[in-house]
């Protein structure tokens, strides 16, 4: 199966990402972008996390599956990886944002390949403002973290040293008015010093998934929050209607904005957006609905 890197256009970026001091100015991705409703939780931590770093992880996402919560991490070694891993084991969307281009050949860490594959066919999504070719650098790394931020609701950080490059996430999400969600840890630890600092400074302290689902604005107890993985009628606008409604036969692009009756910038936008969504599927000039 092919996931080929493709160009978000402007118009389409998400919303959260266009709202921070220094949003992109280009955006590429594989595979799906969450869904616009969809609420998404930053996971970082340290590369070189300890047993309870790694129970953590998998406890705290495990408590998430079911609702309509997406998990953002880095593809990095480490909590990065173990996030990733545990959104795909509980059925959780997840976008992997690596300090590389999307190329196959540079995607960065190279034994993360695998998992970015696996994440690909689940229905999750890489994404990146470097040019898909772009080999990961040490400023890369910084630069990517302001989309980790950006893009989510909130931060969760699990354990982090005192000098801890994951900080500048932390610190990012926080002047961009995040929420910061720390789980704190062992206090003899120099694994959990940097995760410490932000709960002196007064980040929220996380021990349950219910705060992590609090926090984004998710009552654990309701049934109508729960997850809708890909879009129904419910929640589908009048536009994306008119085109699935166009679509019950594949349609080149001209002869799809046409019969929708939708204006051409409205509609290429909007073509984009339902493909990231997973409503269509682009098939060289050609449209059909997903099956």
């Not at 309870?52 to 593809?75: A, C, D, P, R």
């Not at 403002?129 to 890369?140: I, L, M, Q, V, Y």
């Not at 610190?171 to 929420?179: C, I, K, M």
């Not at 339902?274 to 050609?286: F, K, S, W």
Request: glycine share 8%; charged share 20%.
């Amino acid at each position: 199966m092919s996931f080929a890197v493709q160009n978000v256009p402007p118009e389409a970026f998400p919303q959260l990402l266009r709202e921070i001091p220094d949003p992109p100015r280009t955006l590429n991705y594989r595979g799906k972008l969450p869904v616009h409703d969809m609420k998404l939780l930053s996971v970082v931590g340290s590369r070189k996390y300890t047993t309870y770093g790694k129970q953590v992880v998998t406890h705290l996402i495990e408590g998430l599956s079911g609702y309509n919560v997406g998990i953002v991490s880095g593809l990095a070694l480490g909590i990065d990886a173990l996030a990733h891993q545990a959104a795909l084991q509980h059925n959780l969307y997840t976008l992997a944002i690596p300090g590389s281009g999307l190329a196959d050949q540079v995607l960065y860490p190279k034994r993360h390949r695998p998992l970015a594959r696996r994440i690909l066919e689940a229905g999750g999504g890489l994404l990146s403002e470097f040019d898909p070719h772009f080999t990961a650098t040490k400023w890369s790394f910084t630069q990517r973290n302001r989309l980790m931020a950006g893009i989510a609701h909130a931060t969760l950080l699990i354990e982090a040293a005192e000098q801890s490059g994951t900080l500048i996430t932390a610190r990012l999400a926080s002047d961009y008015n995040r929420d910061v969600l720390v789980v704190p840890g062992n206090i003899f630890s120099h694994n959990c010093a940097g995760t410490h600092q932000f709960l002196k400074l007064g980040a929220t302290p996380v021990t349950t998934a219910e705060d992590i689902l609090y926090a984004l604005g998710i009552d654990p107890q309701s049934s109508l929050q729960r997850v809708k993985l890909f879009a129904t009628p419910e929640n589908l606008s009048p536009e994306e209607k008119r085109i699935l409604e166009t679509l019950q036969e594949p349609r080149d692009a001209d002869t799809l904005i046409r019969e929708s009756g939708l204006q051409t910038q409205q509609a290429n936008v909007l073509l984009v957006q339902m493909e990231m969504r997973g409503l269509i599927v682009a098939e060289g000039n050609h449209y059909r609905r997903k099956s």
